[in-house]
């Protein structure tokens, strides 16, 4: 009886270990976890993933700084430009997602983002309607860089004298942002009607979209989960030179495919940034005690064309590249010479940081992150980072311009940032303890069967012991003849 108890435990504990190394080669229960991530990961109606989709839960800030100059007059003159830091002036945003509609049998999702900003005083360093920043006067500028050269060269330079406009100017912070009336422009605007009269950086953004999208659902493959294909009626751009840099690639950054690895890129479409563009694999974390992937702009992204040939397609006019770090996106902002960079020239050119003087460039304050689950493909904390720049120069046919140096000209830097709130992250935690127990079976069999395997040997040696121990007289018969 002893001798079968110790072959079933023998053969059970022997069962046990092969079944279990044989489901982790096989990843028979990733493999079923996997499944069900990518078939509940589509974008369908009425679930949960949907739902998230479109009204986003976590909170979104906003947050402004602006490069208040303190020696205008000695700029014009040819000095450094010594600039100071203000801000944040914080706006808590909001951005559902409105007007959806399922296109191709549920295969394409069509929808406008339209985003409103409500200021947070508790979270901001002043009164946006009272603090003033002295400023580059983007206005003059873009009218004079418009007008140069051409018959409207003396009536610009006419109304700049008229109006006492030059090269900077003092304005609040709200108008600055969300717009202000301006004299030149507006003048400009009764010959040129499609000339704004109105300029703000972030004029008619406030509770209005930038387009509508098309995103594919997922349905037919995970990996399309969310992934733009159309912006305002176009499946790629037309303000670059080369048909790769006109392509839109990527999701809109706030959602992505499951089951994300270290080795792939990560591509985002962005209207700020008027392009594509991918990020890379950084470095493993934990947010709210979630697994998490950083992945940051490649600095292949806004590399100089001799590190990366490709961005050539950048360079517009065709050439005329401004160097690594800046992009020249005046083709998209009516002509305005708009310069976009990482806040304070990060991982730019030495050269744009050297220019301006209260340029401090730091890792952890101005890279642009996303920490993304791999396994969900969720977002659990962002921040991107973009500073508005413009191009100034002197111009002899505006004596406005002075002897100002040829200057990336910083006016401020946004920082776009959310954070995963409790309840949502308490419940991904949920869903990632479920996989866990699911993917941890065949850890658990081997557990099981290697306790077998011990009990074994302890029962076998046992046994071996015994029958070692006893003595001749005790294995005599008890009958003897």
């Not at 490709?310 to 950048?314: I, L, S």
């Not at 020239?345 to 301006?356: G, M, R, T």
């Given at each position: 009886m002893k001798s079968l108890c110790l072959v079933t435990v023998g053969v059970l504990a022997m069962t046990l270990l092969i079944a279990s190394i044989s489901l982790l080669v096989a990843h028979v229960f990733?493999?079923?976890?996997?499944?069900?991530?990518?078939?509940g990961t589509v974008l369908k109606n009425?679930?949960?993933?949907?739902?998230?989709?479109?009204?986003?839960?976590?909170?979104v800030y906003m947050q402004f700084y602006f490069f208040n100059v303190s020696n205008p007059l000695e700029v014009l003159q040819g000095a450094t430009p010594l600039v100071e830091e203000i801000g944040p002036y914080t706006y808590r945003e909001y951005r559902p997602r409105v007007h959806v509609q399922f296109l191709d049998n549920g295969t394409k999702v069509s929808a406008l983002n339209p985003k409103t900003y409500v200021f947070e005083p508790e979270k901001?360093?002043?009164?946006p309607e009272v603090d003033l920043i002295r400023t580059i006067n983007i206005p003059a500028v873009t009218?004079?860089?418009?007008?140069?050269?051409t018959p409207l060269q003396f009536a610009t330079e006419v109304l700049l004298l008229l109006y006492q406009e030059s090269l900077f100017t003092v304005r609040s912070v709200h108008q600055l942002l969300w717009g202000y009336r301006d004299r030149l422009l507006s003048t400009i605007h009764v010959l040129h009607p499609e000339i704004d009269p109105v300029f703000g950086l972030f004029s008619k953004m406030n509770g209005s979209d930038d387009g509508e999208y098309v995103f594919l659902s997922g349905e037919t493959n995970y990996l399309n989960f969310s992934r733009i294909v159309e912006w305002k009626g176009k499946e790629s751009l037309n303000w670059w030179t080369t048909e790769a840099c006109n392509m839109i690639n990527g999701t809109d950054g706030t959602s992505f495919h499951p089951l994300i690895s270290k080795d792939e890129n990560i591509y985002i479409f962005s209207s700020d940034f008027c392009r594509s563009l991918f990020l890379v694999f950084d470095s493993s974390g934990a947010v709210a005690g979630v697994p998490t992937f950083r992945f940051v702009p490649s600095s292949m992204v806004f590399a100089n064309t001799s590190v990366n040939p490709?961005?050539?397609?950048?360079c517009v006019p065709a050439g005329n590249c401004p160097g690594t770090g800046v992009l020249n996106v005046s083709v998209c902002r009516q002509g305005a010479p708009i310069f976009l960079s990482a806040p304070h020239?990060?991982?730019?050119?030495?050269?744009?940081?050297?220019?301006?003087e209260g340029m401090h460039p730091r890792k952890e304050y101005h890279e642009t992150f996303l920490d993304i689950n791999p396994l969900t493909g969720l977002v659990l904390q962002a921040a991107k980072r973009m500073q508005v720049n413009v191009h100034v120069r002197k111009l002899p046919e505006f004596f406005e311009t002075g002897?100002?140096?040829t200057l990336i000209f910083p006016v401020m830097y946004i920082n776009e940032s959310v954070l995963i709130d409790e309840a949502s992250a308490s419940k991904l935690r949920h869903v990632l303890l479920e996989a866990s127990v699911v993917t941890g079976i065949p850890f658990v069999i081997m557990a099981l069967g290697i306790v077998f395997g011990i009990v074994f040997i302890v029962l076998a040696c046992r046994s071996q012991r015994i029958s070692e121990e006893s003595t001749e007289e005790e294995r005599s018969p008890l009958i003897r003849t």
């Open positions: 990733q493999t079923v976890v996997d499944l069900q991530v990518k078939q009425g679930t949960e993933t949907f739902e998230a989709w479109e009204d986003p839960p976590p909170p901001s360093v002043g009164d009218a004079m860089e418009w007008s140069r050269s490709a961005n050539a397609g950048f020239f990060y991982q730019a050119d030495p050269k744009f940081v050297e220019d301006i002897n100002i140096r």
